[in-house]
């Protein structure tokens, strides 16, 4: 199953719950939420009283993507606000094993991240314990960005492994995605793709969702 991700950064700040329901009627099936905290990351977004004030307006499934750092200070926080899987990053912490158990003992879903200078390795160990693997393909902290193609050896190195230790695990590409690449994402073995701009921006963001969803459905993952 493919699940397409509107990330909210891309959104117009002043109209949040207009811009919830924009996508919510164009077929998203989550809302990515985008945290930047302004060390992590040169950029600061917005925090969990935004998500708890959203969550009382929407049904959707809650993608929380967290560039903080240390991340476990919040986690509760997030859980609070009505985050359905929180995704940290595997290099804003210095024991990502802590902050996924502290996630999982809330039964929140959760997922690990990995900026494009870190090698996939680091992330291979951690495959069992999350049911979300994010692969940024940009550097994060800004949406509108190129979308990095070389970042799909690492959706396919994940893929790989999944498969094989027979691992249930969504993989999320975030970064400059668009009905032209989604099919290359696909293809590697991505099924949760993010888009700020391309939805958000779009005059009709119903065809560009719909234009998405074709492009990975002729575009699948093949082993
Ligand atoms: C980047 C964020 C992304 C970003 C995506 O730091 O994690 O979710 O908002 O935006 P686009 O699709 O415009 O690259
Ligand atoms: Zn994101």
Do not use: W
Not at 4 to 33: I, Q
Not at 94 to 118: F, K, M
Not at 171 to 187: K, M, S, Y
Request: hydrophobic share 50%; proline share 6%.
């Amino acid at each position: 199953m493919i699940y397409v991700a509107p990330s909210l950064f891309a959104a117009d700040f002043a109209n949040l719950e207009a811009s919830v329901k924009r996508v919510t009627d164009a077929g998203a099936n989550y809302l990515h939420l985008d945290v930047m905290d302004g060390a992590f990351v040169p950029n600061i977004s917005f925090g969990a009283p935004v998500i708890a004030a959203l969550r009382h307006h929407s049904k959707l499934f809650f993608d929380v993507h967290l560039m903080i750092n240390d991340p476990i200070r919040y986690i509760d926080d997030f859980v609070k606000a009505g985050a359905d899987i929180i995704t940290f990053h595997l290099e804003s912490c210095s024991d990502p094993a802590a902050v996924i158990r502290a996630i999982r003992e809330r039964e929140v879903r959760c997922g690990l991240a990995i900026s494009p200078a870190t090698p996939v390795e680091r992330l291979l160990p951690y495959l069992p314990d999350i049911q979300m693997a994010l692969i940024m393909t940009v550097v994060p902290g800004f949406g509108g960005q190129a979308f990095m193609p070389e970042m799909l050896d690492k959706v396919r190195e994940v893929r790989r492994v999944a498969d094989r230790d027979h691992l249930k695990l969504d993989i999320e590409v975030d970064g400059g995605l668009t009905a032209d690449n989604v099919g290359q994402a696909t293809a590697a073995g991505a099924n949760v793709i993010v888009a700020g701009s391309a939805i958000f921006k779009a005059k009709k963001p119903k065809m560009t969702i719909g234009m998405m969803r074709s492009a990975a459905m002729m575009n699948p993952y093949k082993g």
